[in-house]
């Protein structure tokens, strides 16, 4: 399982309604990456927790999810993605 989100986001809060997210820097801050290692990381991962506009662009990009499986929250795009290997 991998948690990413893009840099500037971490710290911060988003909300809609009811419905809260707090990005917070134990989740997702835990370690800056590189476009290479996110793709790595992407490809390698079972389960991936992706919050914000690049990190988002870049999963639906490499096909691993679509842009309807995507959640906007105050403007926010937040995407899970489960694979399953048989």
Request: aromatic share 6%; with cysteine.
């Amino acid at each position: 399982m991998v948690n990413i989100c893009d840099e500037e986001l971490v710290g911060s809060k988003v909300s809609e309604g009811k419905l809260e997210a707090n990005i917070t820097k134990d989740y997702f801050g835990q370690q800056i990456v590189d476009e290479s290692e996110v793709v790595e990381l992407l490809r390698l991962c079972s389960i991936a927790n992706l919050v914000g506009e690049r990190i988002v662009s870049k999963a639906v990009g490499m096909k691993l999810a679509s842009k309807l499986g995507v959640r906007l929250i105050d403007g926010v795009p937040f995407l899970m993605i489960f694979k399953f290997h048989h």
